[in-house]
């Protein structure tokens, strides 16, 4: 699996709350078993400052001002933030959990949280937040090599996934078998390829369209 160096850092924990004495509450209690927490007063902080390529678990209030938890949530789905989400709200209810959950959030916590069970839920999704920043940095380098090809390349390529050989690559789009071993190799040193193989488990493991 490609990834970037972000990922191998240790995950953060983005509180957004516009209650103060729960964020630091909550940072207290993360810090106090050695988990870095930063806590934002309102979605547009977070926004703001908050580096999307750092590993990171969010905890989302639900209202807010300006923008509620599920706004805010709705944004990073769009932004393809890959971050686990969990809601931590004194105004949860049924529909409400299931609108989280349905929309991606990883976990529903009402407050006042235990304490115990808000340390289970967030190391547990720290380790879920590692892998998602690894596969979302992975896809994304992939993609950028993929965007490095020409239409025509793009084309072969496609074939190529299909599992068509040289031969039939020819066949299909009225070339000659050269210019199409011509194309694979402009493809292996466009993308920075060991193999073109190599490439093509890369694209289907990281379910990339071509």
């Known amino acids: ?25 909550l940072v207290f209690l993360l810090e106090s078993v050695g988990i870095q927490a930063l806590s934002y007063p309102d979605a547009t902080s977070f926004l703001d400052e908050f580096d999307a390529d750092e590993p990171a678990v969010v905890i989302l209030d639900i209202r807010m001002p300006e923008m509620s938890g599920f706004q805010l949530q709705e ?45 289970e839920v967030v190391q547990k999704h720290l380790l879920e937040a590692r892998e998602r920043f690894a596969e979302h940095a992975g896809r994304r380098e992939i993609t950028r090599r993929i965007d490095t090809l020409t239409e025509r390349e793009r084309e072969v390529l496609r074939l190529v996934i299909d599992g068509l050989s040289s031969q039939l690559i020819a066949r299909r789009l009225e070339m000659s078998v050269k210019t199409v071993d011509v194309h694979r190799a402009r493809i292996k040193s466009k993308t920075g390829s060991e193999t073109l193989g190599a490439l093509v488990r890369d694209v289907l493991l990281h379910r990339i369209t071509v």
């Open 1 to 25: 699996m490609t990834s970037t160096e972000p990922a191998h850092q240790d995950p953060v924990v983005h509180i957004v709350d516009d209650d103060e004495d729960l964020r630091q509450s």
């Open 75 to 119: 944004r990073l789905l769009s932004d393809g933030y890959p971050a686990p989400v969990i809601f931590c709200s004194a105004h949860g209810d049924i529909p409400m959990s299931v609108r989280a959950l349905k929309h991606g959030a990883v976990d529903f916590l009402e407050k006042p949280y235990q304490t115990q069970r808000m340390l």
